[in-house]
């Protein structure tokens, strides 16, 4: 059974910084592209950022670009998603998405709280 486990959410001031993780149990991280989205209450689920499968591409939301930075570290099959400068808008659940090479199989976890306080 493939695991998605996020972490590192928590209550920040704005202006602060916060580092997300979301380690997998994918055998063949590397030819996943991973992303991450976010659900603030009583919205609909959004992109947030995105990397290719070899790191070399990375995509984001224009509402976080410039102070969301996501990499990847397919050693550890985890990516992490660096966010910055962080505003009360940014207040959601953050959850993490892997989707196969072939874009068949894809994969979500239960996703780690971020509350930005004004």
């Known amino acids: 059974q493939v695991q998605l486990v996020e972490s590192g959410g928590g209550l920040v001031q704005a202006g602060g910084s916060l580092t997300l993780a979301c380690t997998t149990s994918?055998?063949?991280?590397?030819?996943?592209?991973m992303g991450w989205f976010r659900q603030a209450p009583g919205k609909e689920r959004e992109f947030v950022a995105h990397?290719?499968?070899?790191?070399?591409?990375?995509y984001y939301a224009d509402s976080v670009k410039g102070r969301f930075t996501m990499s990847r570290d397919d050693a550890k099959s985890t990516v992490y998603l660096q966010m910055n400068m962080l505003e009360p808008e940014d207040t959601a659940v953050y959850y993490c998405?892997?989707?196969?090479?072939?874009?068949?199989?894809?994969?979500w976890g239960q996703g780690t709280q971020v509350t930005v306080s004004s």
């Open positions: 998405k892997a989707v196969d090479f072939g874009g068949i199989w894809e994969y």
């Open positions: 994918l055998r063949t991280f590397s030819t996943y592209a």
């Open positions: 990397i290719m499968w070899n790191g070399r591409s990375t």
